[in-house]
Structures are given as structure tokens and as C-alpha cells.
């Protein structure tokens, strides 16, 4: 009987493979993933502790010192953490910031004796940047296109996008935002942040990096998509808090946008991060403010400190910071739809032409980024400099080179300003330091404004997905301060008695472009009050961060789920659909004839059944004396590869190995069985077997995880989801109804006191 069943799972296997590549192929087109990287299938991440018997016997050996150890070193790393992704920061923001300083004053200094050598220049310095950064993506690093957070969101969902967290991923990250973001695209370095933080989580939880021979021993402590998982979470924060200079807006962006399993000790550990990342910047800042760090002095790091802004507000206002809120909604669905439309395009047809395209695509975006923030300012008229006010003195015009407002672009007379120009030919930080700013009312003409937010918001969309590493919160938080400083400006000629600000409407427009785009709310808020050092216009942003949000959410689904979904990402979301609630967990396997692996089994089959199909765990069956079988455990591809390339477990007699009593000879340290992250590992061709070893039997009894998930057949979907979800499996195992209950389990019995078996608390039961 059980070799018949034995012989149906290796059949069925057979037929599913024999579907398999046309199968494949169909979901790569679906997906947008070119054929050739079919071999960078989505895999999922064993996040479940797989307790076979190397693992319960390594548990057994451990005393509270060794607990006490791995809670220490998870500490240091988060430390680790915290520093290296603020150094990276601190190091990315120097590099765009000189970049960008010595091309507006080369380009400053040149316009004077020739307009034409001068526009020449600009094009050319953001061109050779863009292209140094097109060029580290498309060899060196493709892995590092983009922002990264649908990456990291899925692989802290559970899915293993390969490569996203290699070294050459982290560097080339880094420098390809250097270039990107000094060549003036329109895109921020906020989001790589984020992915730069989790990838050198990565790399510190897996002690280095073997291939460039940067490892150490003494770091190779975290060997668990488990416990990588906890530091790619507190890289992610720490990405997010070097970014702005929010350390809770970190923690809060983890929690809310990227992961989806959290408990109360990574909160703390995920908050001792944020807080070294903002000690960190903040120390570097404080010894670049001396000018050691050339053009990098107090600008770069986003922080728009709008404290003279408005103080108060009154309710007329609420209406059009309301109507701020559905802009931003509608703008940001916009967006998301439009980058989904050109993403998908891209990754169909432009970007399968290969890499060449790819970098004549970004350098043609950059010429013509370049063309329009040079040329379009020369076609605005100047505005006369405003009366100085004693009490907020301001310098009008600035000379030309300098960052700051009332840039003097190709202005004829002394005491005039190029308003277009402020805000275009600027690095992006200091564009939106002016459009934030407060104290300079109409100091934009409604015509450059809109004019800007056209221009910008095309660009933006065009450039999203091209093969640099792109941001969109800078971006966002460019176009949404332009359409509410636009709603700002109406508002001041109509309600003139107010005391309002057209800077406040600028941040309230950030803030709902970038909820209507990308759809958080906690976080957001947090960060934008971080960013702005004003507590008071918490209830605005709030206000404005619900509408944008609600109103998006009537169109299409988030920035980052959109993209996800177009990567092929197969993210879980937090709620089950609702068709799920009808369904039973029978139902979603469908006629699949299970692949299973008998207790003991002959070398040559276990290779022929991973040869036959591309599941990555089977159930392990025995049988009983009486001739019942038994389902055993489970056991993963990756373990059954590594016990036949190490051997040491082959056996010449089909029997079972144990000495009775489930003792078994340890021959592993469950170490072994763990795979470095992101890497695919080794794959069953890749595995050398003379004669000899097929003929040999191997016991999977010691290796199986002996307590996988099980769900009854009929349970309903929505739970089984749930129980996936919430738990973050990797396989469950839908089974008849149980002939038997051996016992109950209530809270009572999980009350355990230390030292002591169940707490004999006396809870009062309900008797039916
Ligand atoms: P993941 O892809 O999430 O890492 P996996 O690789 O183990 O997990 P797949 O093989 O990709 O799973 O799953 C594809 C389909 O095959 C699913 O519908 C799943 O139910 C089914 N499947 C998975 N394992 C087995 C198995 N051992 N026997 C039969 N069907 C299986
Ligand atoms: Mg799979």
C-alpha cells in the first residue's frame, strides 16, 4: 500500500513536471519577468523554527546563558546597524550635495561668459552622473534599481526576491543613488535608504559578505530567516530615520508600511536603532556645519524646519486643507496608476531590448530633465525683489551659485528674482526648503507653480522604474508642496484677514500627495511633523493625510503593493479576501496529488523526485506495525540537498536508522541546514552522486520537522489564511478529520511559570 502510494506521488510528480515549463513561462509573461530570469523564480523564506531532531537536541543542550548571549549580540547588532546605515547616509548626502554644489557653480561661473557653454555644462555633468549610476545598475548591481521597499516589503512578507540584500546590492545601491540623485532625475534617495539599511541588516546578520571575502566568524551568530528577518526590520527603520532625521517616523514606517509580523521586543530593538541612526547624523552634521564636509553644510539632510510657520489656524481653513486632501488622493492614484501603466510597458517590451536601451533611456530622461530645469526658467519673466521687512530680513537676490530663495537666474535688473528657477534649477532638498518656506508670501507666481507641478509630476512618473535607484518621497513631497502652496496662495487672497501662510499649505500638499500615493498614515504624520519640528499642525496633516488616503483608496491600491504586484512580488496581505469565507482549505489544493517522501528511501529517488518537480517541502510518511501510515513531518528541499551533498547519512540497509526510543546518531549541527540569505543556494543538478550513493538509503526521520502546521480539510479558508499569514508559514498540511483527541490545550495550560509545568491557576470555565 505504501510503496503504491509511494509510486503515485513520484507519478504525479512526473506529470506536474511535464507542465512545468510551459506553466513557467505563462507566469512570466503574466508578470512582466523576461524568460531569462525564469531562474530567479519567487521562492518563499522558511520563517517557521523547523524543529528536526539536530535542532531539538542543540535546544536541549542550551542553558539561559546562551539566551542571554543571543539577546546581547541581537542588541550590539541593532547597534551595528543603527551606525552603519547613519554612516551610509551621512555618506550618501555629502557625495550628492558636492556633486551638486560644484555643478551649479561650475555652471553659474561658466553662464557668465557664455549661456550656451554654460546650459552645455549642466547637461553634461547630470548626464555623465546619471550615466555612471545606469551603468552600476545594469552590471553591476540590477538588484539596486529602483527604491527597493517592495523588495524588502516582501521579503519581510516572506518572499525571497533574489539578490536584494547581496553586498554588491548595498553598494550598488549607494553609489548608483550618488549618481542618480546628483544628476538631478526627478527622484530622491529616501527609499534606497531604506533598502541600503536592510541590506547592510543583511549582511551584518549573516557575518559579511563570502563571496567578496568580507565575513567574520565572530558575526556568523544569526543563521535563521527568522532572526534576519528582526535586523532587516530594524534596518528598514533605520533607513527611514537617516533619511529624514526621524527616528520615530522610522520605527513607525517599519511597523506600518514594511513588515508584517511584529512583536513587542522588536519595537524596542527597531526604536534603539532609529535613535543611534539620529545620534550618528546628527554628530556628522555638527562636524560638517564647521565646513569640513565642502558644499555640505546644513541643507542635504531633509529637514524643513517650518517653526516660524503658522501657529494657528481657523475653521474657514478646514475646507480647503480638506480640498488639499482630496487633491492629494486623486493625484496620487493618478500616479500609482500611471507609474503601473509605463512600469509594466517597460519591463514588456523597452527594457527586454537589454541593458544598452536601459541606459539610453535614463540618459535621454536626463537630457531632457536638464533641458526643461534649465531652459524652462528662462522663458518666466523676473519678479521684482519684496519690500524687506525688518522683522524677517531676506536676502534678494541671492548671487548666483548660492542655494536658497529669490535665485537670480538670467535677471536683468540688481533687485531681481526667477521664481521658476527657485524651485527648478535647485537641488531638490533646497527646492523644497523653499516652497516650505514661510514668511514669503507670493513669492511663486501661480503660472510657475503650475507650470512646475506639470512639468515635475510628468517627470516623475516617466522617470519611476527607469534603472537607477529612485525614491519617490522627495519627489512626492516636491509635487504635493507645489499644488498646496498654489491652494495656499487662493486661500490668502480670499480670506485676507487671516493670518495665513502659503508654506503650511505647501507641507499640508506634501502630505497628501505622498498619503494619496503611497497610503500610510501613522507614519507619515509622524514623519512630517519630524521633519518640520512643528507639533502644532498635527491635526492638519492628520486631517489631510485621512482624505488623501480615503480618496486614493477608491481608485487603486498603494504605490508600493501596486508595485509589488508588478514585480511578481506575491505579497500576503494583512486581510483575506472575501470570497475565502466560502471556501474550504481543500478547495485551494485542488486536485494536486501530494509529492511525499517515505521514512526511509532509496538515494536515486529522493534525486529523482526533486529532479521531477520544484515543490521546496514533502511530508514524510511511515508506517505503523499494524500497517497504518503515518505522517511524520515535513522535510525541505534545501535539507534533503545538503544531506546529499555531505553523505555522512547514507546507509546501506533500507531499515530504520534509530536505536529505538527516537534516538538517532548527530551527525549535523543544525546549522548546516541554514542557507546564507538571499542566496538561492544549491540546487539539486548541482549535486554529484556516483553509482554506488544511488543505490544507498537514506533515514529522513532525524531531519523531518516534526511538527508542521496541520489543518482539518474543511477549515475555512479565511482561517487558514489567517493562521498562514499571522504566523508566517511556509507550508501547512491540509489533513482528514482526526480520528482521535488526545488532549486539550486552553490558556490555563500555557500559563507556565518558569521552572514549572502548567500554572495551576484556577480559571472559571463556562459548563455547556
Ligand atoms: P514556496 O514557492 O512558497 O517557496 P514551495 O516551493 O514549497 O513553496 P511550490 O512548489 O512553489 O511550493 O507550490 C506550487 C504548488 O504546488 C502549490 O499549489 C502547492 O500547493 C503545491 N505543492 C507544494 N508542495 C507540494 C507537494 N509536496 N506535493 C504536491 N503539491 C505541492
Ligand atoms: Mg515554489
Known amino acids: 500500500m505504501l510503496s503504491n502510494q509511494f509510486q503515485n506521488g513520484i507519478e504525479s510528480a512526473k506529470l506536474a513536471w511535464a507542465r512545468l515549463p510551459n506553466s513557467e513561462e505563462d507566469e512570466a509573461e503574466e508578470v512582466g519577468v523576461s524568460r531569462k530570469e525564469d531562474g530567479n523564480r519567487v521562492e518563499s523564506l522558511d520563517y517557521e523554527v523547523v524543529e528536526n531532531h539536530a535542532y531539538r537536541e542543540e535546544q536541549a543542550q542550551r542553558g539561559k546563558l546562551y539566551v542571554g548571549y543571543y539577546v546581547g549580540v541581537k542588541w550590539f547588532f541593532a547597534l551595528l546597524i543603527g551606525i552603519g546605515t547613519g554612516l551610509a547616509a551621512v555618506f550618501i548626502n555629502i557625495s550628492v550635495e558636492n556633486f551638486a554644489g560644484w555643478k551649479f557653480s561650475l555652471t553659474f561661473s561658466l553662464i557668465q561668459k557664455s549661456y550656451i557653454a554654460g546650459f552645455l555644462l549642466y547637461i553634461l555633468i547630470n548626464l555623465v552622473l546619471v550615466l555612471s549610476s545606469a551603468f552600476i545598475i545594469t552590471n553591476f548591481a540590477p538588484a539596486a534599481a529602483g527604491s527597493g521597499i517592495p523588495e524588502i516589503k516582501g521579503y519581510l512578507n516572506g518572499v525571497d526576491t533574489h539578490g536584494i540584500l547581496l553586498f554588491r546590492t548595498l553598494i550598488g545601491k549607494i553609489f548608483g543613488s550618488i549618481g542618480s540623485v546628483g544628476g538631478g532625475l526627478a527622484l530622491g534617495k529616501e527609499g534606497p535608504l531604506v533598502h541600503t539599511g536592510a541590506c547592510i541588516a543583511s549582511l551584518l546578520g549573516q557575518g559579511g559578505s563570502t563571496k567578496y571575502h568580507l565575513s567574520s566568524r565572530w558575526l556568523q551568530f544569526f543563521n535563521s530567516d527568522r532572526d534576519r528577518r528582526d535586523l532587516v526590520t530594524c534596518g528598514c527603520a533605520a533607513g527611514v530615520a537617516a533619511a529624514f532625521r526621524a527616528p520615530v517616523g522610522g520605527v513607525l514606517f517599519a511597523l506600518e508600511e514594511v513588515t508584517s509580523w511584529w512583536r513587542s521586543q522588536l519595537m524596542w530593538r527597531v526604536f534603539f536603532t532609529s535613535a543611534i541612526v539620529a545620534v550618528v547624523v546628527r554628530t556628522a552634521m555638527g562636524w560638517c556645519k564647521s565646513g569640513k564636509c565642502g558644499h555640505f553644510g546644513s541643507g542635504g539632510f531633509i529637514i524643513w524646519d517650518i517653526s516660524g510657520g503658522q501657529e494657528d489656524y481657523s475653521f474657514e481653513e478646514l475646507l480647503p486643507m480638506a480640498v488639499i486632501g482630496v487633491i492629494g488622493g486623486l493625484l496620487g492614484a493618478l500616479f500609482n496608476q500611471l507609474t503601473r501603466y509605463i512600469t509594466s510597458w517597460?519591463?514588456?517590451?523597452?527594457?527586454?531590448?537589454?541593458?544598452?536601451?536601459?541606459?539610453?533611456?535614463?540618459?535621454?530622461?536626463?537630457?531632457?530633465?536638464?533641458?526643461?530645469?534649465?531652459?524652462?526658467?528662462?522663458?518666466?519673466?523676473?519678479?521684482?525683489?519684496?519690500?524687506?521687512?525688518?522683522?524677517?530680513?531676506?536676502?534678494?537676490?541671492?548671487?548666483?551659485?548660492?542655494?536658497?530663495?529669490?535665485?537670480?537666474?538670467?535677471?536683468?535688473?540688481?533687485?531681481?528674482?526667477?521664481?521658476?528657477?527657485?524651485?527648478?534649477?535647485?537641488?531638490?532638498?533646497?527646492?523644497?526648503?523653499?516652497?516650505?518656506?514661510?514668511?514669503?508670501?507670493?513669492?511663486?507666481?501661480?503660472?510657475?507653480?503650475?507650470?512646475?507641478?506639470?512639468?515635475?509630476?510628468?517627470?516623475?512618473?516617466?522617470?519611476?522604474?527607469?534603472?537607477?535607484?529612485?525614491?519617490?518621497?522627495?519627489?512626492?513631497?516636491?509635487?504635493?508642496?507645489?499644488?498646496?502652496?498654489?491652494?495656499?496662495?487662493?486661500?490668502?487672497?480670499?480670506?485676507?484677514?487671516?493670518?495665513?501662510?502659503?508654506?503650511?499649505?505647501?507641507?499640508?500638499?506634501?502630505?497628501?500627495?505622498?498619503?494619496?500615493?503611497?497610503?500610510?498614515?501613522?507614519?507619515?504624520?509622524?514623519?512630517?511633523?519630524?521633519?518640520?519640528?512643528?507639533?502644532?499642525?498635527?491635526?492638519?496633516?492628520?486631517?489631510?493625510?485621512?482624505?488623501?488616503?480615503?480618496?486614493?483608496?477608491?481608485?487603486?491600491?498603494?504605490?508600493?503593493?501596486?508595485?509589488?504586484?508588478?514585480?511578481?512580488?506575491?505579497?500576503?496581505?494583512?486581510?483575506?479576501?472575501?470570497?475565502?469565507?466560502?471556501?474550504?482549505?481543500?478547495?485551494?489544493c485542488g486536485n494536486q496529488k501530494v509529492v511525499y517522501f517515505p521514512r526511509v528511501i532509496k538515494v536515486a529517488d529522493v534525486v529523482s523526485i526533486l529532479k521531477s518537480n520544484n515543490h521546496n517541502g514533502f511530508p514524510v510518511i511511515d508506517h505503523t506495525r499494524s500497517g497504518e501510515t503515518l505522517v511524520i513531518g515535513l522535510v525541505l528541499r534545501s535539507h534533503l540537498l545538503v544531506l546529499l551533498q555531505s553523505k555522512v547519512d547514507f546507509q546501506h540497509s533500507p531499515l530504520p536508522s534509530d536505536t529505538g526510543g527516537g534516538s538517532f546518531p548527530i551527525r549535523h549541527n543544525f546549522s548546516e541546514f541554514v542557507k546564507p540569505a538571499s542566496s538561492k543556494g544549491i540546487s539539486i543538478h548541482d549535486i554529484r552522486l556516483g553509482p554506488d550513493d544511488l543505490e544507498m538509503y537514506?533515514?529522513?526521520?532525524?531531519?523531518?520537522?516534526?511538527?508542521?502546521?496541520?489543518?482539518?480539510?474543511?477549515?475555512?479558508?479565511?482561517?487558514?489564511?489567517?493562521?498562514?499569514?499571522?504566523?508566517?508559514?511556509?507550508?501547512?498540511?491540509?489533513?482528514?478529520?482526526?480520528?482521535?483527541?488526545?488532549?486539550?490545550?486552553?490558556?490555563?495550560?500555557?500559563?507556565?511559570?518558569e521552572n514549572e509545568g502548567p500554572a495551576t491557576v484556577e480559571l472559571q470555565s463556562t459548563s455547556v
Open 346 to 588: 517597460r519591463r514588456n517590451y523597452l527594457h527586454k531590448k537589454g541593458n544598452r536601451v536601459k541606459i539610453i533611456e535614463v540618459c535621454l530622461i536626463s537630457v531632457i530633465t536638464s533641458v526643461i530645469s534649465f531652459g524652462l526658467p528662462l522663458f518666466r519673466k523676473c519678479s521684482p525683489c519684496p519690500e524687506a521687512d525688518p522683522n524677517f530680513p531676506i536676502e534678494c537676490p541671492r548671487p548666483p551659485g548660492m542655494y536658497g530663495n529669490y535665485v537670480n537666474f538670467f535677471c536683468g535688473k540688481d533687485k531681481e528674482y526667477n521664481d521658476l528657477a527657485t524651485i527648478f534649477f535647485n537641488t531638490q532638498d533646497d527646492a523644497i526648503r523653499n516652497l516650505f518656506s514661510a514668511k514669503t508670501i507670493h513669492e511663486y507666481s501661480a503660472q510657475s507653480l503650475l507650470t512646475f507641478l506639470v512639468m515635475f509630476y510628468t517627470l516623475a512618473v516617466v522617470t519611476f522604474g527607469t534603472a537607477v535607484p529612485a525614491g519617490q518621497f522627495v519627489p512626492g513631497i516636491m509635487i504635493g508642496s507645489t499644488y498646496g502652496r498654489l491652494v495656499g496662495m487662493f486661500v490668502v487672497s480670499f480670506y485676507k484677514k487671516l493670518n495665513i501662510e502659503e508654506g503650511t499649505y505647501a507641507l499640508l500638499g506634501a502630505a497628501s500627495f505622498l498619503g494619496g500615493s503611497m497610503r500610510m498614515t501613522v507614519s507619515l504624520c509622524v514623519i512630517m511633523v519630524e521633519i518640520t519640528n512643528n507639533l502644532k499642525l498635527l491635526p492638519l496633516i492628520m486631517l489631510v493625510l485621512l482624505i488623501s488616503k480615503a480618496v486614493g483608496d477608491a481608485f487603486n491600491e498603494g504605490l508600493y503593493e501596486e508595485q509589488s504586484r508588478l514585480r511578481g512580488i506575491p505579497l500576503l496581505e494583512s486581510r483575506p479576501k472575501y470570497e475565502m469565507r466560502k471556501m474550504q482549505a481543500k478547495e485551494a
Open 698 to 753: 537514506i533515514d529522513l526521520a532525524p531531519f523531518v520537522n516534526r511538527s508542521p502546521y496541520i489543518v482539518p480539510e474543511d477549515m475555512s479558508l479565511t482561517k487558514v489564511y489567517n493562521l498562514f499569514r499571522q504566523l508566517g508559514l511556509r507550508h501547512i498540511f491540509v489533513v482528514p478529520r482526526a480520528s482521535r483527541v488526545i488532549g486539550m490545550i486552553t490558556r490555563k495550560d500555557l500559563l507556565i511559570e
